[in-house]
């Protein structure tokens, strides 16, 4: 499977469990022990996970687009990701995703994540 293939499918169900405001089913895309930094201090577990996403605001939703991803090997992949988080009393919030998975018992996992303020432009490489 392609890298960006195995990037969308668990960000979809990042997605899916965010849209739902479902924090455990959010939690379930990633390791037993992922490192996890959003905008605040940074976690490991899913406890973690599902402490940081019960926290956000009722109505809040995610929109994202893959800008890069890499197989790393046959086992791990590693993604960049623009996300736009959705509120409904507030502005959205643009923030740039970086995120590694793992190949775990047959299951693409998040062992590491980590949220930035926006996403910049690409940088010309000529």
């Not at 499977?1 to 405001?21: H, L, N, P, T, Y």
């Not at 992949?77 to 736009?84: D, E, K, R, V």
């Not at 793992?102 to 980590?114: A, E, K, R, T």
């Not at 996403?119 to 010309?124: D, V």
């Amino acid at each position: 499977m392609a890298a960006a293939q195995i990037v969308s499918a668990v960000m979809d169900e990042w997605k899916a469990g965010i849209d739902s405001r479902d924090p455990g089913r959010v939690a379930a895309v990633f390791t037993d022990d992922a490192v996890f930094q959003g905008l605040r201090p940074y976690g490991v577990g899913r406890a973690a996970v599902v402490a940081y996403y019960a926290s956000q605001p009722a109505g809040m939703t995610v929109d994202y687009r893959v800008l890069e991803s890499r197989r790393l090997t046959d086992r791990s992949a590693t993604g960049y990701l623009s996300a736009t988080f959705g509120y409904p009393d507030r502005a959205d919030v643009v923030l740039a995703i970086g995120v590694t998975l793992v190949l775990q018992g047959g299951h693409w996992l998040i062992s590491q994540y980590q949220a930035s303020p926006s996403a910049p432009p690409r940088m010309a490489t000529d």
